[in-house]
């Protein structure tokens, strides 16, 4: 169907060259759309199954990336070469060169709606994914020094869309500012005034939830990210630990 509807764009603009390229480039996001599960289809709110095929969720990954990147008004180089060398650990080379172009040849002049592609997720992917993703994208933000407050609030939108609680959300904000009492106990999901029992028993629940075996289904780039939130849960213990001297 693309494949047709740009020859004939093409043919208008360009004539009989113009045709040819347009049938090859539809051709090929033909393929891709085929083989994605429907990637195109979501962008333009068509109707979906309750699954996500793995090129479907690479693309729709990778727009969030984008408006992460793009929510400060500037493109940092350090923060897309952050982008890209996960994509290459998670997929490989030439996987992960697949994606970006289909990405950058479709997706990356629409208008990337937030809300619809964090929806579209939600509903296709567990909670433990979704927990890794928003810890993803902000190690996305924090690849050229700092969390600056547009990517804070741009990562909470996404987080709210993926239907992440509060709390989970706070909790790993929390992991990629410096290590501080408070940080800690908003990394445990607790407060201040929480008894010595209680940081006990939040510690032993938050340790149940990222640990890295929640992720056994998942890539290695993603293991990895569990892991990286389960030592930041184990240092946060430790740091209230040595405040109380317990």
Avoid at 52 to 58: A, C, K, L, Q
Avoid at 65 to 84: F, H, P
Wanted: positive net charge; aromatic residues 12%; glycine residues 6%.
């Amino acid at each position: 169907m693309i494949k047709w509807l740009l020859a004939v764009l093409g043919f208008m603009y360009m004539r009989y060259p113009g045709a040819i390229i347009g049938f090859i480039i539809g051709t090929l996001l033909d393929n891709w759309n085929r083989s994605s599960g429907g990637f195109l289809k979501s962008m333009m709110g068509g109707k979906q199954s309750s699954t996500v095929s793995p090129g479907d969720f690479e693309l729709h990954l990778l727009s969030l990336c984008a408006l992460v990147i793009k929510a400060d008004g500037k493109v940092s180089q350090t923060e897309l070469d952050y982008v890209r060398s996960y994509f290459v650990r998670a997929y490989g080379k030439e996987r992960a060169n697949a994606t970006f172009r289909t990405f950058n040849d479709v997706i990356k002049n629409r208008e990337l709606s937030a809300s619809r592609i964090s929806q579209y997720l939600a509903s296709r992917t567990q909670y433990p994914t979704r927990l890794q993703i928003t810890h993803f994208l902000f190690g996305i933000a924090q690849a050229d020094g700092s969390v600056s407050a547009s990517e804070a609030n741009m990562i909470q939108k996404i987080a709210s869309y993926l239907r992440i609680g509060a709390k989970d959300f706070e909790s790993i904000k929390a992991m990629f500012f410096k290590q501080t009492p408070d940080n800690a106990y908003k990394i445990l999901e607790i407060d201040k005034s929480a008894s010595d029992s209680d940081v006990k028993k939040a510690y032993r629940k938050m340790v149940k939830k990222y640990h890295p075996d929640k992720l056994e289904h998942m890539d290695e780039a993603y293991k990895k990210g569990a892991r990286e939130k389960f030592d930041k849960v184990q240092e946060a213990y430790e740091t209230i630990q040595k405040e109380r001297g317990f």
